[in-house]
T-cell receptor, first 113, second 113 residues
Framework: DAKTTQPTSMDCAEGRAANLPCNHS???????VYWYRQIHSQGPQYIIH???NNETNEMASLIITEDRKSSTLILPHATLRDTAVYYC??????????????FGRGTSLIVHP | IAGITQAPTSQILAAGRRMTLRCTQD?????MYWYRQDLGLGLRLIHY???????GKGEVPDGYSVSRANTDDFPLTLASAVPSQTSVYFC????????????FGPGTRLTVL
């Protein structure tokens, strides 16, 4: 099962880009990388996902290295409301061939004025 | 469209009592999940269901049971609550297991005394 490693915490100045790294060196060829975030006391919220190409949506950009062993989530212009815990996950194969996403401890991002 | 609802929002429960946490989704998603979240430990999967009529064990299933009688509902039961089950419980759903985006409910805060 592919595991992820993320820094425990990071901080960023408001208006600057926040770059959140994730290491997934044991990822399999058909496993996707997903990013979620959790604002205090709320349920996690989907941000973005990708397989091997870089992805961008209205919330963020996802950069995946060519060897797929790591990725970076980029919030281009961080705001105070982006303060949250950010989770990087990959699919985990369960019995019977089903795939269950597993969340680690994530990165606590603090955006300061 | 409500998405995913959970009930109750919070509950204080005496040890040894039976408790059922309710989860309902109106998105016709096949897969549903239960996670618990404890301070410093991130989200841990308790049980999951890839489709109505089937369930599976996650990372921390002991002391919990689930059922999936239909597509919309996925109740989580604590047969005899213990203080270590004090946690915040999140229900989630996705169109199918693993690869697809998960949508989370608002959570249930449970305290077992």
């Amino acid at each position: 099962d592919a595991k992820t490693t993320q820094p425990t915490s990071m901080d960023c100045a408001e208006g600057r880009a926040a770059n959140l790294p994730c290491n997934h060196s044991t990822i399999s060829g058909n496993e996707y990388v997903y990013w979620y975030r959790q604002i205090h006391s709320q349920g996690p919220q989907y941000i973005i996902h990708g397989l091997k190409n870089n992805e961008t949506n209205e919330m963020a950009s996802l950069i995946i290295t060519e060897d797929r062993k790591s990725s970076t989530l980029i919030l281009p212009h961080a705001t105070l409301r982006d303060t949250a815990v950010y989770y990087c996950i990959v699919r985990v194969a369960a019995s019977g061939g089903s795939y269950i996403p597993t969340f680690g401890r994530g990165t606590s991002l603090i955006v300061h004025p | 469209i409500a998405g995913i609802t959970q009930a109750p929002t919070s509950q204080i429960l005496a040890a040894g009592r039976r408790m059922t946490l309710r989860c309902t989704q109106d998105m016709r998603h096949n897969a549903m999940y239960w996670y618990r979240q404890d301070l410093g430990l991130g989200l841990r999967l308790i049980h999951y269901s890839n489709t109505a009529g089937t369930t599976g064990k996650g990372e921390v299933p002991d002391g919990y049971s689930v059922s999936r009688a239909n597509t919309d509902d996925f109740p989580l039961t604590l047969a005899s609550a213990v203080p270590s089950q004090t946690s915040v419980y999140f229900c989630a759903s996705s169109t199918s297991g693993g690869r697809n985006t998960q949508y989370f409910g608002p959570g249930t805060r449970l305290t077992v005394l």
